[in-house]
């Protein structure tokens, strides 16, 4: 995007709830950035909300920054922090909130142009958002993929790993590893570690271990999906003409920089239960998303459908 960083000032003309309901239903290019505020009512814990986020867990299990968990150089060096607490944030949800049903709605409504969500609990699809107006910013647990061989495998197959809090090794390269003889199991050892001498010398070496296995979600120090900054700048940031950020802190880039990269003169509105500081959002919602998005349906003169919405509202 040509236009450099700048933080946008706020629209005089829109202040309340009505103009946000108003906003919803003259809009028909809508970008939804969603975080996990709104999965947090099905049980799923966010990271940031005290008390029951999982950095808060994190920090009670003696880790000093949640962050660490998911940076990919201590992945790396200790696959095995990861695979003990990943159990808490692994998507076993057969059921989806009343802001995801939101979300379907707008997209029946041909008003959803983008949900750009951080989320990686795959809820969007269930809800059945398509996926050429889902960006998954931070990936999800729908795939995971080697660490040294980089061979790709449905998410599933690791999950009972994750339950059983043990570090998911590579199929492919234990596979290899197996198939190789002896002689160049230690061959490979030796290469890997760079020595010199690779005489058979009858000595006893380890057999090489097989790749650690990761699920495809962006940690801290990985790259986002390319159709991130593809669909953000090529597209969404030309066209949208309504920006509804729901249930995230804002604290993670580049999804955290986005509002302020957006044209100006396009009103932003916000939903969480914590305000924000750092972005000039013309309105800002503060609640249980799924009440306020339930009022403001109720104000665009829409019904909003769900299970966990009384059938009396
Ligand atoms: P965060 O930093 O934990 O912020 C969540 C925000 O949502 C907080 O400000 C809360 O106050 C607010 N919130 C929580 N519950 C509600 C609610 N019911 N209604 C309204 N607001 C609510 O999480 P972010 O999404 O901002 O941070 C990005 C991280 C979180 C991404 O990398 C995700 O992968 C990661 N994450 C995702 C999930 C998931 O997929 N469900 C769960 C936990 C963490």
Redesign the pocket.
Known sequence: IQRSYNKRQKLAQYNTIDDAAKLLRTSHNIMVIT???????LG??????KGT??YERIRTLGYEDGEDVFNIDNFDDKPNIFYSLAGD?L?DQKRFSPTHAFLRLLQDKDRLQTNYT????NLEGLAGIDKERLIQC?GSFATASCRKCRHKVPGEEIFDDIRAKRVARCRRCTQTIAKQPKKKQKAFKLRKNDWEDSSDDGGEYDVPEAGVMKPD??FFGEQLPDNFFQRFTERDAKNVDLVVV???????APVSEMPNYLPHHVPQIF????PIQHVNFDIQLI????HVVFELCRRAGWSLKHEMIPPHF
């Open positions: 975080g996990a505020g709104i999965s947090t009512s799923i814990p966010d990271f940031r909300s986020g999982f944030i998507p951080q989320n990686i609990d931070h979600i962006t729901i249930g995230t802190s804002l604290k993670v939903i969480s239960r914590e609640g249980d998303c799924d």
